[in-house]
């Protein structure tokens, strides 16, 4: 059966043939050879339906995996439960599984870049079937595959097939459950990062569902490490990092570089930039967006998309973060106007596709941040934008661009809230950093407006800022513990300018350039 499907292309097949019974079979029993007998015999039990009782539908996915060079390195059938069916309270409760944040994935790739070791990245095959579920939950039998004897049984699901919505809560637990019985120690901010130390040794292993990556500054315990996955689960390992959650990762002797020219190239694809004329910024600087009430209509889903798009390549190309996240806003009832700085954007990703973060190995690890903020710079509300960035040395590991809420009295008091917001971002990162075995006091957040120096130090000022509302206070407590300093720096020094407003090229390059972008 596989011979035959081989000489007429699996890709037809699965095209054109789904429904076919051979190649229905063959699917099933690649899905099953995939699985120790044992295990599958924990999967689920075939039953009769209870009284008051609903089984879930199933239906198989076919999907081409591909690696970061787009090239096709394996297909999969997987059986799915229909989850969208399922009801809260009833076939499930608590679901919530943690995800890495993206700013961690980076903390981790700048740690490994100054303790400079090798980061590899290992895959769970079939990981949700690990799981065990609390709940009592039925499934169909799988489409094609009813058992002859019992056609009008289902199955009574014991582990977490793929599409429960408790499946990715139960295959969390028993992951982190098995390391935390094998010597690790779980993060005390981060619950999808496991340390384990060995003398002066560590081993850092984070967790994105399924995806593993881990490193240590002691080659034997990733050895170590990999035999132990080995014989609790069936893995894949992919060898040392290069492509995960849509970043490529370029490990050098002297640093690593991510970047996303990979999906760069898709999306210029997909919407039809391959051939255009380019753009040396991603925003204009003379024309601002507008409602445009009168503006001629576009497709707002053609313009959702191509948002949807654009977020996710931030999450490596911060020098388009401003203009996305002013597009952004006009996703209800976009304009031709509104599209047209879209297009912008796409124009300029179009002249610089490999542009990139850059670690270096010899930079130091101290914490540093940026913050600032425009006044009134938003042409709808006449509310603020704020940006701020915070860097490992000269690592650039997490940075922010949002509207504020409430509309500033001046210029002064949209820079004070900005600086408190982005002083909450820099404690999270500061209290990361103790699982890392690193305890930062006084942390430098640079500003260029010598006033918020003022009112965070000194109290005689507390009495002229009133109207501000008491959470931006936070700042000041912080300050008082100690645990960050303010620091006077010149406005065209402060690289957290470029998100939160727009410049022309040659100031727009110079922020690039300082930031530690490079082109490789």
């Not at 190239?265 to 601002?288: C, H, R, W, Y």
């Amino acid at each position: 059966m596989t011979k035959n499907l081989e000489e007429h292309g699996l890709f037809s097949s699965v095209q054109q043939r789904t429904n076919h019974k051979d190649f229905q079979n063959c699917l099933f029993a690649c899905f099953f050879s995939q699985e120790e007998p044992k295990k599958l015999q924990e999967v689920w039990t075939l039953v009769d339906l209870p009284n008051g009782k609903r089984a879930i539908g199933t239906k198989w996915v076919f999907r081409n995996k591909k690696d970061e060079r787009g090239i096709v390195i394996k297909n999969k059938a997987r059986l799915v439960a229909q989850g969208y069916t399922q009801e809260e309270g009833i076939d499930y409760d608590e679901v919530f599984a943690l995800v890495a944040r993206i700013e961690a994935i980076r903390l981790f790739l700048a740690y490994a870049s100054f303790k400079d070791f090798v980061v590899y990245q290992m895959d769970v095959k079939s990981a949700f079937l690990y799981g065990k579920i609390e709940e009592e939950v039925y499934v169909c039998q799988p489409p094609g595959f009813e058992d002859p004897d019992f056609p009008d049984r289902v199955y009574k699901v014991e582990k977490a097939l793929y599409g429960l919505h408790q499946a990715p809560r139960a295959w969390y637990e028993t992951l982190s459950t098995y390391l935390l019985d094998n010597g690790f120690q779980r993060g005390k901010i981060d619950k999808t990062l496991f340390i384990r130390r060995d003398k002066g040794d560590i081993l850092l292993v984070q967790v994105y569902v399924d995806d593993i990556i881990f490193g240590s500054t002691k080659k034997s315990l990733c050895t170590e490490f990999e035999k132990m996955m080995h014989k609790k689960f069936q893995m894949s390992s992919m060898g040392e990092l290069t492509f995960f959650l849509g970043l490529q990762v370029k490990q050098k002797e002297d640093g690593i570089f991510i970047s996303q020219d990979k999906y760069m190239t898709e999306i210029l694809k997909k919407f039809g930039f391959t051939d255009v004329k380019t753009a040396s910024t991603p925003m204009e600087t003379q024309n601002s967006l507008l409602k445009d009430a009168d503006g001629e209509d576009v497709d707002e889903h053609l313009y959702r998309s191509m948002i949807r798009s654009l977020m996710y390549v931030t999450s490596s190309r911060h020098d388009i973060m401003f203009a996305v996240c002013t597009c952004a806003r006009f996703q209800v009832n976009p304009k031709s106007s509104h599209l047209h700085a879209v297009k912008r954007i796409f124009r300029y990703l179009k002249s610089k596709p490999k542009l990139g973060l850059w670690y270096p190995k010899d930079s130091p690890f101290d914490l540093v941040a940026y913050t600032d903020s425009d006044y009134a710079g938003e042409s709808l509300d006449r509310k603020s934008t704020t940006g701020g960035c915070q860097f490992l040395g000269c690592r650039l590991i997490s940075w922010q661009c949002k509207k504020q809420t409430v509309v500033a009295n001046s210029t002064t008091e949209a820079e004070y809230i900005a600086a408190s917001n982005y002083c909450r971002q820099v404690l999270w990162i500061q209290n990361q950093l103790l699982d890392y075995g690193y305890n930062f006091m006084q942390i430098k957040i640079h500003i260029d407006n010598e006033i918020i120096i003022y009112i965070v130090k000194n109290p005689v000022f507390h009495s002229k800022t009133k109207h501000i509302k008491i959470r931006h206070h936070f700042i000041r407590d912080s300050y008082e513990k100690k645990l960050i300093q303010m620091i006077k720096i010149h406005t065209y020094q402060n690289v957290a300018d470029l998100l939160a407003k727009a410049f022309a090229v040659s100031r727009f390059q110079y922020l690039i350039a300082s930031i530690g972008m490079l082109n490789l």
